[in-house]
């Protein structure tokens, strides 16, 4: 007797080259002269196979065939989260807001993909360097003895720009440029 999984591609087989009954028991006496799929064995059910094959039936590959294992360490990225929330002195919340908002995904956890967590620590990175030049720009407006509004109406800034990172990297360069 056939294991399960050679007698539902010997079916499959059929069905896909639309064979008749009579067509299906004349291959399975020609090729291993047996009438039914039941009376095959391990040993003969690869030269109907074979012959199915030979008629023009192409199996299809299992569903899961061909996909690459997962390697996601989701341990790791959340230490890398949580390193950054460190240094942000954010809480968890905050990230999880972050990954709501990118993946519709509530918690950090749930997350699936190495894409998924990527985004949200590339999303901590951009916070972190905005948060970085716009500190350097305190910097500077106290040693000229600015406040920000001061500042911000002299350059003519949009409002919001304390939050908006190319106008941040531009005033820095700016900045830069002065000394």
């Known amino acids: 007797m056939i294991s399960k999984n050679k007698l539902a591609q010997i079916h499959i087989a059929r069905q896909q080259l639309g064979l008749s ?52 360490n989701s341990e790791e990225m959340l230490q890398k989260i949580e390193a950054q929330l460190c240094e942000l002195g954010a809480s968890w919340a905050y990230a999880e807001a972050i990954a709501r908002r990118q993946t519709g995904i509530a918690k950090l956890e749930w997350l699936k993909t190495e894409k998924q967590y990527r985004g949200v620590i590339a999303a901590l990175d951009v916070e972190q360097e905005k948060r970085d030049r716009l500190a350097a720009i305190d910097r500077h ?16 800034l949009p409002h919001g720009w304390e939050r908006n990172l190319l106008t941040l990297r531009a005033i820095c360069e700016g900045l830069e440029r002065l000394r």
């Open 21 to 72: 009954d009579d067509e299906y028991r004349a291959i399975l006496a020609r090729t291993v002269g047996v009438s039914s799929a039941k009376e095959l064995t391990d040993s003969n059910v690869g030269r109907v196979l074979h012959e199915f094959k030979r008629l023009g039936w192409k199996p299809k590959a299992p569903k899961r065939a061909g996909r690459q294992p997962n390697t996601l």
């Open 141 to 156: 407006l106290e040693k000229t003895g600015q406040t920000r509004d001061a500042f911000a109406a002299q350059c003519q």
